[in-house]
């Protein structure tokens, strides 16, 4: 049991907390994972990357829908 406490996430793994965290839905068994073996630089980064693809695609969905308004 120690072992699976001490494992670091996998990259999917990550990706699901980081999902998960976006919209406030996260399972008590996966976050007690990744605050034991997650690193809180990774979960920084997937943040930070999470958060400025969002915004990206926000700004080209925007973009699209006014140019094809006319």
Do not use: C, H, W
Request: proline share 1%; glycine share 8%.
């Amino acid at each position: 049991m120690d072992e699976q406490k001490k494992q670091k996430p996998s990259f999917g793994q990550v990706v699901l907390s980081t999902l998960a965290a976006a919209i406030g839905v996260q399972s008590n068994k996966n976050r007690e994972r990744d605050f034991k073996g997650g690193s809180i630089k990774t979960y920084v980064a997937a943040g930070l990357i999470f958060t400025a693809l969002f915004v990206i695609t926000l700004v080209l969905v925007v973009k699209t829908v006014l140019s094809n308004m006319g």
